[in-house]
């Protein structure tokens, strides 16, 4: 038997991190965050993120956040194959979005973008958390790192809503426009719920292809 992989995506802000943190006491999970700021590749990234005078190509960047979910692929796949659960905050549906709300170039290549995560392994179900722009622009901390502007976030909602596939079983969109953080727990468990994510499994690992 093996654990569930379960991962929550949305805009800055949207309250991935409280979910997150919610779903995997609730799943007796391991919770794992993309970027991983603390790996050597993740150090790179967050100084990045956090300092507008650090330049990288943005074709550069991509590789680097595509590269942090290799260093952690590995031990993902040892701790779900030992029956661990796996609830993680962002991978490569973030990847993509960012990238591809950036334009211009390889950033228009979907082809491209998508290269470098083909072989990670594949949530068996992904939460994507659709807000309003007007209330996260009004939650605590907003505007601080790079890609935390108005402007720029509407146009990675728009590239999320484009790369997710609704027809694929394994992608919820879930609207948390103003809901409290129990009323967003209660939805997401039920889409946790009805796919019996909260029992461990024999499927195979599905990987991305
Ligand atoms: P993210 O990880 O998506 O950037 P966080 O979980 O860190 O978002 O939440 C961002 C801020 O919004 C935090 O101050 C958090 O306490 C608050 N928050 C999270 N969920 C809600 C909610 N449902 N309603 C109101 N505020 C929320
Ligand atoms: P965080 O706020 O969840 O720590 O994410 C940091 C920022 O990194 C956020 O603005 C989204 C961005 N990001 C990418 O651009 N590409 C990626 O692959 C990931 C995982 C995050
Ligand atoms: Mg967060």
């Not at 490569?92 to 083909?118: F, N, Q, V």
């Not at 992904?126 to 505007?143: H, V």
């Amino acid at each position: 038997m093996r654990g569930n992989l379960i991962l929550i995506e949305g805009l800055d802000r949207s309250g991935k991190s409280t979910q997150a943190t919610i779903l995997a006491e609730k799943l007796d999970a391991q919770l794992i965050k993309f970027p991983d700021r603390s790996t050597p590749i993740g150090q790179i990234i967050n100084r990045y993120l956090v300092d507008r005078d650090f330049h990288l190509p943005d074709q550069a960047a991509h590789l680097l956040f595509s590269a942090n979910r290799w260093e952690l692929a590995n031990s993902l796949v040892e701790s779900l194959q030992a029956g661990k659960n796996i609830v993680m905050d962002r991978y490569i549906y973030s990847g993509i979005a960012y990238s591809l709300a950036k334009k211009g170039a390889e950033m228009d290549s979907h082809e491209w973008l998508y290269g470098p995560d083909r072989g990670l392994p594949k949530p068996d179900l992904t939460l994507f958390l659709t807000i309003s722009l007007e209330e996260l622009s009004s939650r605590k901390g907003y505007g601080e790192e790079r890609y935390e502007q108005l402007e720029f976030q509407s146009k990675v909602k728009e590239c999320f809503l484009k790369i997710l596939d609704s027809s694929d079983p394994t992608i919820a969109i879930v609207d948390v426009d103003g809901l409290s953080i129990d009323e967003v727990t209660g939805k997401l468990w039920s889409e946790i719920h009805i796919r019996g994510l909260d029992q461990s499994s024999n499927n195979k690992i599905t990987y991305f292809q």
